[in-house]
């Protein structure tokens, strides 16, 4: 977890649980669709860093982690800077599947048309 050493402690940056999941399963050589949980990798952190590590639990939403060296609030402030990113990035992607969906359902819509007139005039 060499990648995990450098951006937690070296860079002091933090990263989401849910995109160090990926990050490990990658390492792992497991595909996003195996099932690696998220308590499982939490487990294996604190056992790991120990008390070198702060996570930051949500009500809802990923888990935060980063070095207990950074103050609380940088913390705070590093997960919220993530979290519109993630939510940025989400609403671009969302935007992208419904601009294909109309494109498909257009397309459909003048098929329709098409074969109707075929009928309409036999």
Excluded: W
């Excluded at 995109?19 to 604190?46: A, M, N, V």
């Excluded at 207990?68 to 992208?96: F, H, W």
């Amino acid at each position: 977890m060499k990648q995990v050493d450098a951006q937690l402690f070296d860079d002091a940056n933090g990263i989401m649980l849910s995109s160090l999941r990926g990050i490990y399963q990658s390492e792992l050589g497991l595909g996003s669709r195996d099932p690696y949980k998220i308590t499982r990798l939490k487990e294996k952190l604190i056992k790991n860093y120990g008390s070198r590590l702060t996570i930051l639990e949500q009500s809802h939403g990923s888990a935060f982690v980063c070095s207990s060296s950074v103050p609380v609030g940088d913390c705070i402030a590093q997960m919220k800077t993530l979290q519109n990113a993630e939510d940025d990035s989400l609403k671009a992607g969302n935007r992208r599947v419904l601009k294909k969906a109309a494109t498909i359902l257009r397309n459909d819509a003048k098929a329709c048309k098409r074969e109707a007139s075929q009928k309409d005039s036999i």
